[in-house]
Each structure stands twice: as C-alpha cells, then as structure tokens.
C-alpha cells in the first residue's frame, strides 16, 4: 500500500516538474520572441478594428434606412389625417373610417419602426466608443511597440559588445601589468646608490664628505666654490 502511494507521489512531482518545465520554456519563448508577438496582435487588433469599423458603416446604413423609412410613414400618416378630416368635413363619413383604419395601422408601424431605430441608435453610439477606445488603445499600443523595439535594440548591442569585448580579464591584465611597471625600482636611481655605497666602503667618497662638514678641502672644484670665490673676489684676473 505504501509503494502505490509512492509512486503517485512520484508520479505527481514528476508531473510538477514538466508542468514546470513547460512554463519556463513559454516564458523564455515568449521574452525572445516578445516584439514579433507585440507586432502579430497589434495585426490582430488592426483586423479586429477594420472588422469592427465595417460592422458599425453597416449599423449606420440601417439607421439611416429606418429613419427614411420612420420619416415616409410619419409623412402618410399625416396626409391621410389631413385627408380623413377633409372627408368627415365633407360629409364622406365611410372615407373617413378607411382613412383612420390606415393612419391605426401606420402609426403602429410607425412605432415598431421608431423602437427598431432607437435600438440601432443605441447600438450604434456603443459601437462608436468601442472604436475610439481600441483607436486610442491602438496607438498606446504601437508607442509602446516602438519603445519595447528600441529598447530590444540596446539590448542586442550591448550584448554584441560584450561578446565583442569579452569578459574584463584582457583589462584586468593591462591593469596588473601597469601597476607592475609602476612599482618598479628606477635602474638609475638603483645605479646612483650602488655608486654611493661603493664609494663608502671604499673611503673613496670620504674627503669629500668631511670637506662637506668642513673638514679640509674637496678633492674636485665644484660650482659652489668657484661662486664663493667669486664674491670674495678670490680670482686671479688675465693680467695677473
């Protein structure tokens, strides 16, 4: 008993699991390929409304044939009234009956046609709001399909320029390897201090740097002493 239940539970999930499966894969089919479906049901919506603009020209050609024809039985009805009258003045009684037994039967007709028409009046005005909603609804719809186009345009170059470029490890390295040069020792920099410290050891230097602390005097003329003769007027002119 317990196994049979298992494997429903088995059974279920599994169920679960492609039922998921399915919807992921709609919905990925659906993000890829979302402005050619914009695009188809703006179509759809396109056919709807020239279907429903032919509806409504129909509607229209009705309510103008049931006004002609309100209009012509109103317009009977009035002449035999006219002339059921002439005739009762007339003395023509039996004219008269068979006048008012016509204009009965037209103001009847009359009132059948005149519901028909408020009907269709009715229908009509309906049919007329509806198009100009969809109308407007329609051109939100193609301004957002014009934004979602432009927007799926970014999309796509960014990713070629990301493909294009890579992942950042080409920049990271140009990095790393500036920083490197940058960290590097200057070789002449080296060089003068290597000197100095060869020169130490071998007391090369070391005159000179007690003649600095004045001690005795440098081995080599330098600038400085030939300015501080010059102010102590300590050289020998050309006719010396």
Excluded: W
């Amino acid at each position: 008993m317990n196994k049979v239940h298992g494997g429903d539970d088995m059974l279920k999930t599994l169920s679960t699991l492609l039922r998921g499966a399915a919807a992921t894969q709609e919905e990925a089919l659906r993000d890829k390929h979302a402005i050619a479906l914009i695009d188809q049901k703006i179509r759809e919506a396109d056919g709807q409304m020239k279907a429903a603009k032919g509806t409504l020209a129909t509607m229209v050609q009705r309510e103008r044939s049931e006004r002609r024809q309100l209009d012509q039985v109103e317009a009977r009805c009035c002449d035999l009234l006219t002339r059921a009258r002439d005739a009762m003045n007339g003395g023509r009684d039996d004219l008269a009956n068979e006048a008012a037994e016509a204009v009965a039967q037209l103001e009847n007709e009359a009132r059948v046609r005149r519901d028909a028409l408020s009907r269709v009046e009715v229908r009509v005005s309906r049919l007329r709001r509806t198009i100009e909603q969809t109308h407007r609804r329609l051109i939100d719809l193609r301004q957002g399909a014009m934004a979602a186009r432009s927007i799926r345009r970014e999309q796509l170059m960014q990713s070629r320029l990301r493909t294009t470029l890579g992942t950042d490890a080409a920049i990271d390295e140009a990095e790393a390897l500036i920083a490197d040069v940058l960290r590097r020792d200057d070789p002449g920099e080296q060089a003068d201090i290597l000197r100095e410290t060869e020169g130490e050891l071998s007391y090369d230097t070391l005159p000179d740097r007690m003649a600095d602390a004045g001690f005795g005097k440098r081995g080599k003329t330098t600038g400085a002493d030939v300015l501080a003769r010059l102010k102590t007027n300590d050289i020998p002119s050309e006719k010396d």
